[in-house]
Protein backbone atom coordinates (compact mmCIF):
# COMPACT_ATOMS: atom_id res chain seq x y z
CA UNK A 1 0.00 0.00 0.00
CA UNK A 2 1.09 3.47 -0.91
CA UNK A 3 2.39 5.84 1.96
CA UNK A 4 0.25 8.88 2.67
CA UNK A 5 3.46 11.26 1.21
CA UNK A 6 3.65 9.29 -2.20
CA UNK A 7 3.53 11.11 -5.32
CA UNK A 8 2.79 8.40 -8.10
CA UNK A 9 3.89 11.29 -10.51
CA UNK A 10 7.52 12.42 -8.85
CA UNK A 11 9.59 10.19 -10.80
CA UNK A 12 7.98 11.23 -14.34
CA UNK A 13 10.11 13.36 -16.61
CA UNK A 14 8.17 16.85 -17.26
CA UNK A 15 6.84 17.57 -20.60
CA UNK A 16 8.85 19.07 -23.14
CA UNK A 17 6.84 22.50 -23.07
CA UNK A 18 6.83 22.54 -19.08
CA UNK A 19 10.47 23.23 -18.93
CA UNK A 20 11.48 27.18 -19.76
CA UNK A 21 12.57 27.51 -23.25
CA UNK A 22 15.66 29.74 -23.72
CA UNK A 23 16.29 32.51 -26.25
CA UNK A 24 18.29 30.71 -28.41
CA UNK A 25 15.58 28.40 -29.12
CA UNK A 26 13.33 31.00 -29.75
CA UNK A 27 15.69 32.39 -32.31
CA UNK A 28 15.72 29.50 -33.78
CA UNK A 29 12.18 29.04 -34.74
CA UNK A 30 11.89 32.57 -35.88
CA UNK A 31 14.50 32.66 -38.28
CA UNK A 32 12.77 29.59 -40.05
CA UNK A 33 11.44 30.81 -43.24
CA UNK A 34 9.94 29.57 -46.43
CA UNK A 35 12.51 29.20 -49.31
CA UNK A 36 10.89 29.97 -52.76
CA UNK A 37 11.98 27.57 -55.62
CA UNK A 38 13.62 29.52 -58.32
CA UNK A 39 12.56 28.12 -61.29
CA UNK A 40 15.81 27.79 -64.34
CA UNK A 41 15.58 29.89 -67.06
CA UNK A 42 13.93 29.36 -70.50
CA UNK A 43 15.61 30.43 -73.27
CA UNK A 44 13.61 29.43 -76.74
CA UNK A 45 15.50 30.58 -80.00
CA UNK A 46 15.00 29.57 -83.69
CA UNK A 47 17.53 28.57 -86.87
CA UNK A 48 17.10 30.37 -88.68
CA UNK A 49 16.61 33.62 -86.54
CA UNK A 50 12.98 34.67 -88.47
CA UNK A 51 11.84 31.41 -89.61
CA UNK A 52 8.41 32.38 -88.60
CA UNK A 53 8.16 35.28 -90.68
CA UNK A 54 6.94 33.92 -94.33
CA UNK A 55 4.96 31.58 -91.90
CA UNK A 56 2.80 34.01 -89.85
CA UNK A 57 -1.14 33.65 -89.96
CA UNK A 58 -0.48 30.25 -91.53
CA UNK A 59 -2.28 27.07 -89.89
CA UNK A 60 -0.04 25.54 -87.88
CA UNK A 61 0.69 21.61 -87.26
CA UNK A 62 2.56 20.58 -83.99
CA UNK A 63 2.86 16.73 -83.59
CA UNK A 64 4.69 15.53 -80.37
CA UNK A 65 6.43 13.31 -78.70
CA UNK A 66 6.18 9.01 -79.52
CA UNK A 67 2.90 9.78 -81.91
CA UNK A 68 5.04 12.91 -83.53
CA UNK A 69 7.63 11.14 -84.10
CA UNK A 70 6.19 8.10 -85.83
CA UNK A 71 3.67 9.93 -88.14
CA UNK A 72 7.15 12.02 -89.40
CA UNK A 73 8.61 8.97 -90.75
CA UNK A 74 5.69 8.65 -93.17
CA UNK A 75 4.07 11.89 -93.79
CA UNK A 76 6.86 12.70 -96.60
CA UNK A 77 7.74 16.28 -94.78
CA UNK A 78 10.04 16.73 -96.67
CA UNK A 79 13.80 18.89 -95.93
CA UNK A 80 13.88 20.63 -92.59
CA UNK A 81 13.66 24.02 -92.91
CA UNK A 82 13.82 24.97 -89.35
CA UNK A 83 14.40 24.24 -85.98
CA UNK A 84 13.21 25.00 -82.59
CA UNK A 85 15.65 25.56 -79.13
CA UNK A 86 15.36 25.41 -75.98
CA UNK A 87 17.96 25.87 -73.66
CA UNK A 88 20.60 25.38 -76.84
CA UNK A 89 18.61 21.91 -77.09
CA UNK A 90 16.87 20.72 -80.13
CA UNK A 91 12.85 20.23 -79.57
CA UNK A 92 10.42 21.37 -82.47
CA UNK A 93 11.94 20.97 -86.12
CA UNK A 94 10.37 22.80 -88.49
CA UNK A 95 8.88 21.21 -92.12
CA UNK A 96 6.73 23.14 -95.54
CA UNK A 97 5.76 20.04 -96.93
CA UNK A 98 4.00 20.28 -100.43
CA UNK A 99 1.08 18.32 -99.91
CA UNK A 100 0.26 21.19 -97.04
CA UNK A 101 0.26 23.95 -99.91
CA UNK A 102 -3.27 23.79 -100.47
CA UNK A 103 -3.39 24.42 -96.45
CA UNK A 104 -1.21 26.85 -96.62
CA UNK A 105 0.24 25.56 -93.54
CA UNK A 106 3.61 24.67 -91.46
CA UNK A 107 4.42 21.23 -89.85
CA UNK A 108 6.26 21.47 -85.89
CA UNK A 109 7.83 17.59 -85.07
CA UNK A 110 7.86 18.72 -81.63
CA UNK A 111 9.78 16.59 -78.53
CA UNK A 112 10.18 13.38 -80.97
CA UNK A 113 14.02 13.06 -79.42
CA UNK A 114 13.80 14.87 -75.48
CA UNK A 115 10.65 15.85 -73.60
CA UNK A 116 10.38 19.12 -72.08
CA UNK A 117 10.57 19.56 -68.45
CA UNK A 118 7.43 20.68 -67.14
CA UNK A 119 8.41 24.27 -66.44
CA UNK A 120 9.53 25.14 -69.97
CA UNK A 121 6.38 23.94 -71.41
CA UNK A 122 4.22 26.74 -70.94
CA UNK A 123 7.17 29.16 -72.13
CA UNK A 124 7.60 27.29 -75.27
CA UNK A 125 4.27 27.08 -76.47
CA UNK A 126 3.99 30.73 -75.40
CA UNK A 127 6.59 31.56 -77.56
CA UNK A 128 5.79 29.27 -80.67
CA UNK A 129 2.49 30.99 -81.03
CA UNK A 130 3.43 34.72 -80.22
CA UNK A 131 5.97 33.94 -83.58
CA UNK A 132 3.76 32.13 -86.12
CA UNK A 133 0.60 33.83 -85.20
CA UNK A 134 -1.30 31.01 -86.66
CA UNK A 135 -4.85 30.90 -87.96
CA UNK A 136 -5.45 27.69 -86.41
CA UNK A 137 -3.97 24.91 -85.14
CA UNK A 138 -3.70 21.08 -84.89
CA UNK A 139 -2.14 18.98 -82.48
CA UNK A 140 -0.71 15.88 -82.59
CA UNK A 141 -0.42 14.29 -79.28
CA UNK A 142 -1.05 10.65 -77.50
CA UNK A 143 -2.87 9.58 -74.21
CA UNK A 144 -2.32 6.62 -72.26
CA UNK A 145 -5.30 4.05 -72.60
CA UNK A 146 -4.23 1.89 -69.79
CA UNK A 147 -4.69 4.50 -67.19
CA UNK A 148 -7.66 6.36 -68.94
CA UNK A 149 -10.28 6.62 -66.75
CA UNK A 150 -13.81 5.93 -68.23
CA UNK A 151 -17.61 4.73 -67.22
CA UNK A 152 -17.07 1.68 -68.98
CA UNK A 153 -14.00 -0.75 -69.77
CA UNK A 154 -12.01 -0.29 -72.63
CA UNK A 155 -10.37 -3.26 -74.09
CA UNK A 156 -6.77 -1.71 -75.43
CA UNK A 157 -6.87 -2.97 -78.92
CA UNK A 158 -10.54 -1.04 -79.04
CA UNK A 159 -9.03 2.05 -77.63
CA UNK A 160 -10.77 4.98 -79.37
CA UNK A 161 -8.88 8.31 -81.00
CA UNK A 162 -9.96 10.90 -78.95
CA UNK A 163 -10.27 15.28 -79.05
CA UNK A 164 -9.53 18.45 -76.81
CA UNK A 165 -10.91 21.48 -78.75
CA UNK A 166 -10.86 25.12 -78.46
CA UNK A 167 -14.02 25.82 -80.48
CA UNK A 168 -16.26 23.09 -81.30
CA UNK A 169 -16.97 19.79 -81.58
CA UNK A 170 -15.10 17.70 -84.75
CA UNK A 171 -17.58 16.51 -87.96
CA UNK A 172 -15.57 12.93 -87.56
CA UNK A 173 -17.74 10.66 -85.68
CA UNK A 174 -15.38 8.47 -84.52
CA UNK A 175 -13.41 10.65 -82.07
CA UNK A 176 -14.29 10.94 -78.84
CA UNK A 177 -13.62 13.94 -76.27
CA UNK A 178 -10.98 13.46 -74.00
CA UNK A 179 -13.26 13.95 -70.74
CA UNK A 180 -12.66 14.51 -66.91
CA UNK A 181 -10.89 13.62 -64.57
CA UNK A 182 -7.81 12.71 -66.94
CA UNK A 183 -5.33 15.34 -67.42
CA UNK A 184 -3.31 15.38 -70.25
CA UNK A 185 0.10 17.09 -69.04
CA UNK A 186 2.15 17.27 -71.97
CA UNK A 187 2.80 20.28 -73.78
CA UNK A 188 -0.33 19.93 -75.93
CA UNK A 189 -2.02 21.23 -72.74
CA UNK A 190 0.25 24.15 -72.81
CA UNK A 191 -0.65 25.21 -76.72
CA UNK A 192 -4.63 24.61 -75.87
CA UNK A 193 -4.72 26.61 -72.79
CA UNK A 194 -2.84 29.38 -74.35
CA UNK A 195 -4.88 29.24 -77.52
CA UNK A 196 -8.38 29.17 -75.09
CA UNK A 197 -7.74 32.20 -73.31
CA UNK A 198 -6.98 35.75 -75.89
CA UNK A 199 -3.28 36.71 -74.18
CA UNK A 200 -3.07 40.84 -73.59
CA UNK A 201 -2.12 41.59 -76.56
CA UNK A 202 -4.71 39.92 -78.40
CA UNK A 203 -7.62 41.21 -76.46
CA UNK A 204 -8.86 44.05 -79.07
CA UNK A 205 -9.20 40.90 -81.96
CA UNK A 206 -10.18 38.61 -79.22
CA UNK A 207 -12.94 37.37 -81.54
CA UNK A 208 -10.58 36.38 -84.27
CA UNK A 209 -8.71 34.12 -81.76
CA UNK A 210 -7.02 31.09 -83.58
CA UNK A 211 -8.93 27.81 -82.97
CA UNK A 212 -7.66 24.70 -81.48
CA UNK A 213 -7.79 21.08 -81.70
CA UNK A 214 -5.81 18.23 -80.82
CA UNK A 215 -6.20 15.09 -81.95
CA UNK A 216 -4.76 12.39 -79.37
CA UNK A 217 -4.13 8.55 -80.46
CA UNK A 218 -4.40 5.98 -77.67
CA UNK A 219 -1.10 3.92 -76.65
CA UNK A 220 -0.90 1.11 -73.94
CA UNK A 221 2.20 2.60 -72.29
CA UNK A 222 1.88 4.62 -69.34
CA UNK A 223 3.61 8.05 -69.64
CA UNK A 224 6.80 8.03 -68.27
CA UNK A 225 7.86 11.06 -65.53
CA UNK A 226 9.15 14.35 -67.01
CA UNK A 227 12.63 15.26 -65.72
CA UNK A 228 13.21 18.42 -63.86
CA UNK A 229 16.56 18.83 -65.88
CA UNK A 230 16.80 19.23 -69.57
CA UNK A 231 20.39 17.84 -69.11
CA UNK A 232 19.02 14.76 -67.86
CA UNK A 233 16.81 13.44 -71.11
CA UNK A 234 19.83 11.93 -72.68
CA UNK A 235 20.09 9.10 -70.29
CA UNK A 236 16.09 8.80 -70.04
CA UNK A 237 15.64 8.46 -73.47
CA UNK A 238 18.36 5.73 -73.77
CA UNK A 239 15.79 4.21 -71.19
CA UNK A 240 13.00 4.58 -72.42
CA UNK A 241 14.20 3.40 -75.98
CA UNK A 242 15.16 0.14 -74.20
CA UNK A 243 12.21 -0.35 -72.02
CA UNK A 244 10.20 -0.04 -75.75
CA UNK A 245 12.58 -2.58 -77.62
CA UNK A 246 12.25 -5.03 -75.00
Given at each position: ??????????????????????????????????????????????????????????TLIVAT??????????????????????????????????????????????????????????????????????????????????????????????????????????????????????????????????????????????????????????????????????????????????????
Amino acid sequence: MYGRDYDPFADTSAARYAYESDDEDDNDFLQLKPTEASLPLVDVTFLPSEIYRQDEGKTLIVATGEVGRLWARGANLGEQAGQINVNKRAIGLVFRPTWTNNANATVIVSEALSHLPVWAMYTYAETVLSNWKPSRMVLLDSYSSSTYISSAPILAHEAPLRYLSTDKTPRKKDLLPFEPPNLLQSTTSAFLTLLSFPRPHDAPEASNSPQGLSILVPTHRVPLPYSHNLNDEEQEEESQSSRYSS
